[in-house]
């Protein structure tokens, strides 16, 4: 939610008016795409957690949820979801939202259509790639609603 507010003054023949506008802008979008980065948070705090950070970021592999995932995952998750969280924070940054949301819609498409070779190398199955890609899905569509505005004005004259 953002709140702006301006005031103004002005003098009259009778004295002198002052105004105050507030204005407080809001998207649903913005609840959505945190909803879509606490849940990546959250998983990839587990999937570290689970794996470790060792020398090689690949192996060993946990399931979450049906979701095999390596620390490489988890670390991506992690950082894309508290960039997703910060940028809820404010609809002035629902282009990062929605800059996001089209990255994570592309990795997921990216892993889902990958090969055998890639998905090892990662560290993870196509179910996650699908996961991804359907979590940027969401990201983008929250991105794209519309923002709410309410305004709300004082006049006083003195």
């Known amino acids: 939610m953002a709140l702006y507010e301006h005031h103004d003054v002005v003098a009259t023949p009778q004295g002198s008016a002052s105004s105050v506008q507030r204005v407080h802008r809001f998207s649903p979008g913005q609840w959505l795409g945190g909803v879509v980065g606490v849940v990546l948070v959250i998983f990839g705090i587990i ?35 508290l960039l ?6 404010d609809i002035a940054f629902r282009g990062v939202m929605g800059a996001l949301g089209a990255i994570l819609l592309i990795a997921g498409v990216i892993v889902a259509a990958s090969n055998l070779k890639m998905l090892l190398d990662i560290g993870t199955s196509r179910g996650t790639g699908w996961f991804g890609g359907g979590m940027g899905a969401v990201t983008l569509f929250a991105a794209a609603l519309p923002s709410i505005s309410r305004s709300h004005r004082v006049v006083e004259t003195g």
């Open 84 to 89: 997703l969280v910060l940028s809820a924070a």
């Open 47 to 81: 999937a570290v957690t689970r794996t470790g950070i060792d020398s090689t970021l690949n192996t060993p592999v946990t399931n979450i949820m049906g979701l095999t995932q390596s620390a490489w995952v988890g670390i991506a998750e992690l950082a894309v979801g």
